[in-house]
């Protein structure tokens, strides 16, 4: 139930720019703080962005000035805009509640490489 769907991901050079979405069909979607995360090769997954229920946003200090994350509650799917890509940026990037409580989705891969 409410499964997480993301999309958007692929192979950019670097300094390119990439729009990742993220849906579910959870009915509690709109009311919950929002997160996506991304795990990198050989790396733990790490906490990239969040988004409260009334779009206030925090980000990582790897990201800063370069993601935005948003969210449209009528659709029940946040968004990742990603600006200025650098190859560190390369993993699979989910979104999830922020704390993750439900079952990771598959993720989609973003690689940034030249």
């Known amino acids: 139930q409410g499964q997480l769907v993301e999309s958007g991901g692929g192979l950019v050079q670097p300094g390119g720019s990439l729009r990742l979405s993220c849906g579910s069909s959870?009915?509690?979607?709109?009311?919950?703080?929002m997160g996506w995360y991304r795990q990198a090769p050989g790396k733990q997954r790490e906490l990239v962005a969040t988004?409260?229920?009334?779009?206030?946003?925090n980000y990582a200090d790897s990201v800063k000035g370069r993601f935005t994350m948003s969210r449209d509650n009528a659709k029940n799917t946040v968004y990742l805009q990603m600006n200025s890509l650098k190859p560190e940026d390369t993993a699979v990037y989910y979104c999830?509640?922020?704390?993750?409580?439900?079952?990771w989705g598959q993720g989609t891969q973003v690689t940034v490489s030249s």
């Open positions: 959870r009915s509690i979607f709109s009311i919950e703080t």
């Open positions: 999830n509640s922020w704390p993750s409580r439900w079952s």
């Open positions: 988004i409260s229920p009334i779009s206030i946003t």
